[in-house]
């Protein structure tokens, strides 16, 4: 799978630490970067763990324009947008590490 942000793909999650996000065509994800990864490898893989909620909130997205997704865990929050391109659409996903499930607002 090619890095999003090696083929031109510059969402805001390219430039927010700790958003990873990407792209998608006909369903299918095609590209994926989590540029502030820190470990100084490209991180290329979609996590495994909010690929099924990342791939409804793109599904979401095909219909109306627009997809989003908060999952509230015990320890933190997950924040998943996507919105419809013309031939493609783009996502991101940010988590909130350390907020209590109860919390409803916080800047990022």
């Not at 942000?5 to 430039?15: I, V």
């Not at 990407?22 to 540029?35: F, H, W």
């Not at 997205?61 to 391109?85: C, M, T, W, Y």
Request: glycine content about 12%; charged content about 30%; overall charge positive.
């Amino acid at each position: 799978m090619a890095s999003a942000c090696s083929l031109g793909f510059r969402p805001k999650a390219c430039c927010s630490a700790g958003q990873k996000g990407g792209y998608s065509v006909d369903g299918r994800i095609l590209g994926y970067s989590y540029p502030t990864h820190g470990s100084g490898n490209p991180k290329v893989d979609v996590p495994e763990a909010e690929r099924p909620e990342i791939e409804n909130t793109i599904q979401d997205a095909e219909k109306p324009g627009k997809g989003e997704r908060v999952l509230r865990g015990s320890r933190d929050i997950v924040v998943i947008d996507a919105a419809s391109q013309r031939d493609h659409v783009a996502w991101t996903m940010k988590r909130l590490a350390g907020v209590d499930a109860a919390e409803t607002r916080r800047t990022c």
